[in-house]
């Protein structure tokens, strides 16, 4: 079976393609690098939309999805995000927890696995 990268480092990929599953690595706001959690996570499910089709698949084939926040009480402000942008009926199995990030000035973190259906 062919394994495809996507966005390919010597450290990391930001996607790889396997048997139908397409897995991204965890991402945090590149544009919003100190804005709020709200903007962070803007700026990460863009990428992740982005990154999504690159593999071909989108949003509505999320398997699942782990949030890590640098502070867990800003859980409710990520969630308004997440909830506009999740199209109805196409919630992942999901954790949300709370994670030191390398950098300060990140508050969020998102990974996630898609169906390729197509």
């Given at each position: 079976?062919?394994?495809?990268?996507?966005?390919?480092?010597?450290?990391?990929?930001?996607?790889?393609?396997?048997?139908?599953?397409?897995?991204?690595?965890?991402?945090?706001?590149?544009?919003?690098?100190?804005?709020?959690?709200?903007?962070?996570?803007?700026?990460?499910?863009?990428?992740i939309?982005?990154?999504?089709?690159?593999?071909?698949?989108?949003?509505?084939?999320?398997?699942t999805?782990?949030?890590?926040?640098?502070?867990?009480?800003?859980?409710?402000?990520?969630?308004?995000?997440?909830?506009?942008w999740?199209?109805?009926?196409?919630?992942?199995?999901?954790?949300?927890?709370?994670?030191?990030?390398?950098?300060?000035?990140?508050?969020?973190?998102?990974?996630?696995?898609?169906?390729?259906?197509?």
């Amino acid at each position: 079976m062919t394994i495809k990268r996507i966005h390919s480092g010597k450290r990391i990929s930001r996607v790889v393609v396997h048997n139908g599953i397409a897995y991204l690595a965890g991402l945090q706001a590149l544009k919003n690098r100190g804005g709020s959690v709200a903007e962070q996570t803007q700026d990460v499910l863009a990428m992740i939309d982005r990154l999504l089709g690159e593999a071909g698949t989108d949003k509505r084939n999320l398997l699942t999805a782990t949030v890590w926040l640098a502070d867990i009480r800003t859980a409710e402000e990520m969630n308004q995000v997440w909830d506009e942008w999740v199209p109805d009926g196409c919630s992942p199995a999901r954790a949300t927890v709370e994670g030191k990030p390398a950098s300060a000035e990140h508050k969020v973190k998102i990974a996630v696995t898609a169906a390729i259906t197509q």
